[in-house]
């Protein structure tokens, strides 16, 4: 997303390419591995391998996996990320998350997340993908990322310096509450 001069934003990837960029974490849909540079390309075999060969553990890429690439953190981390509603709702829910960190010193720490109790929810999930991708509607997902981010409701959500509007929008049930249900309440002039 990119905020123009008039304050809007509109629905434009990065630099980066595929993947939704958080500080050194890239994220990205199992469908855009290939388009990642060689260096996450690598940490990601890398990470496959010590699941397969440290914990007998192989990640079911036929289903719908996001995966996290962080060339730094800890020597280099990677965290596959099952997502069980990923083509059918607009913010797809973080499932079952398998970790591996030290993949560049070869001093593996793994972690297994269970979902939380409130799931955590990702916001522009076209971001996630190619312009390609034909498990949902790719230019509707950049549509709806323009609406929701230009609308009043969260306009004032992120004015209000007491909300921690970023910092919040990604538990479900604060989304649904003070996100989804006021914008269906007060839906915006087109």
């Keep these: 997303m990119v905020r ?3 304050g809007r934003y509109q629905s434009v990837r990065g630099a980066h390419g595929v993947g939704k960029v958080l500080g050194k974490n890239k994220w990205v849909h199992v469908s855009g591995i290939k388009e990642l540079t ?3 390309r690598d940490l990601i075999t890398k990470a496959e391998n010590a699941l397969r060969n440290e914990k007998a553990t192989a990640i079911d890429f036929t289903k719908d996996v996001i ?3 962080n060339p730094v953190e800890k020597d280099g981390a990677v965290t596959f990320c099952y997502s069980p509603d990923w083509n059918v709702t607009t913010e797809p829910e973080c499932g ?3 970790g591996v960190k030290g993949l560049n010193s070869g001093v593996h720490q793994f972690r297994v997340t269970k979902p939380a109790k409130v ?3 990702y916001h522009h999930k076209w971001m996630f993908v190619t312009d390609e991708y034909t498990g949902f509607d790719v230019r509707e997902a950049k549509r709806w990322s323009e609406t929701w981010e230009n609308h009043p409701v969260v306009r004032a959500l992120m004015d209000d310096k007491t909300e921690y509007f970023r910092l919040r929008i990604g538990k479900k049930d ?3 509450a003070n996100v989804l249900e006021p914008i269906a309440n007060n839906p915006m002039d087109e």
């Design 119 to 121: 799931p955590y929810i």
């Design 4 to 6: 123009g001069k008039d």
């Design 174 to 176: 604060y989304w649904q």
């Design 67 to 69: 995966v996290r690439v």
């Design 96 to 98: 079952l998350m398998i």
């Design 38 to 40: 060689q260096t996450e």
